[in-house]
């Protein structure tokens, strides 16, 4: 039935999909083309690299929001570091975010596990500790000064084409990453045992922990995890402005939960699909470059991404209402017999 339900989900999240890109089109018909949707693909590249890591706490039965101010405070530091050094390598500039992000992701592991307190508190409370100490520190400051190797690797892409107008464009490398890390959140999910324990958390944690499962290690994998594709995430975000502002990322907290759960991760645990957080990444994208085409205000956005939270979590719980009642049933029609 989990299984229906999803899928359900990811049809009904295509067709909207399908259907709104064909609404943009006729009424701008730049949307539809190549060069359009790869830039597209590219800009919401952080985006969806970082939804990964959120889909799989929300699958664990957890939510955190303090991965704005991780990716933050790892791409300043890189930004810091090659900044000053002028290290002219993009693989060193790479390795400096992740162990960051790693490390502010295990805080919060240790944080939900130990304190037993609600995590959307406890990540809230670290998303101001970061963030604070950051501005603190900073001043606010903004870095755009990097190495040579780190601007010309943004220009970097899978294959180019040329507009009609003598533009290249292409499918950008980040785009590329974000697939692939994509397939190994995927994998992880569907063939690896942390993938199944996952579930098993999300879906019942008593019954899991009764089961035998170790719930620390796993509670502290998944922050980890989102804490490590926030690292990712934050030198993608560098790279794709080219420079590091401090309040350019916290704030962005509405959209990646709200792709997530568009996609059907649901916010009770145990539920959710890459693909499905695809097509939620995809559906957001693809209505905020709609409003940007159509020369929307600006407030209108966080109206729209309100609505959609708003929206996609009543049918999470209607979902996990029926499955409830669904269950019920077939319980009772088991002792009748």
């Known amino acids: ?50 939804t990964l890591g959120e889909l799989v706490v929300l699958i664990s039965g957890g939510i955190d929001v303090s991965f704005t101010a991780t990716a933050t405070v790892a791409q300043y530091v890189m930004g810091v570091l090659i900044s000053r050094t002028m290290v002219n390598s993009v693989l060193l500039a790479f390795l400096i975010p992740v162990p960051i992000g790693l490390a502010l992701g295990a805080i919060n592991g240790c944080l939900v596990y130990y304190t037993r307190v609600n995590p959307v508190i406890i990540t809230i409370s670290t998303l101001n500790f970061y963030y604070g100490v950051l501005m603190f520190v ?44 994509g397939i190994i959140t995927f994998f992880l999910l569907k063939y690896l045992p942390i993938g199944r324990k996952i579930y ?34 934050g030198f993608v975000h560098a790279e794709l402005n080219q420079m590091i502002q401090p309040n350019a990322i916290v704030g962005m907290e509405l959209d990646v939960i709200a792709a997530a759960i568009l996609g059907g991760a649901s916010v009770f645990g145990g539920v959710g699909t890459v693909w499905g957080t695809f097509l939620g990444v995809l559906l957001i994208a693809i209505i905020k470059n709609g409003l940007i085409l159509m020369k929307a205000s600006a407030y209108w956005h966080e109206v729209i991404m309100g609505s959609i939270i708003v929206l996609a979590a009543s049918i999470s719980a209607y979902q996990r209402k029926l499955q409830i009642r669904k269950e019920k049933g077939r319980f009772a029609e088991e002792q009748l017999f």
């Open 1 to 50: 039935m989990k299984f229906q339900i999803r899928r359900q989900t990811e049809l009904y999240l295509l067709a909207i999909v399908v259907a709104l890109s064909m609404f943009l089109t006729a009424m701008n018909p730049k949307f539809l083309t190549l060069e359009n949707l790869f830039d597209l693909l590219r800009n919401n590249s952080f985006l969806g690299i970082v």
């Open 138 to 181: 900073s001043k606010g400051t903004w870095i755009y000064k990097f190495p040579p190797a780190f601007r010309e690797f943004a220009k970097l892409k899978l294959f180019t084409l040329m507009s009609s107008k003598g533009i290249p464009f292409g499918i950008s490398i980040f785009t590329l990453s974000w697939v692939i890390l």
């Open 200 to 233: 098993a958390v999300g879906g019942n944690l008593e019954a899991a922990r009764r089961a035998g499962f170790n719930i620390f290690r796993i509670q502290l994998f998944v922050y980890c995890y989102i804490g490590l594709l926030a690292g990712v995430g």
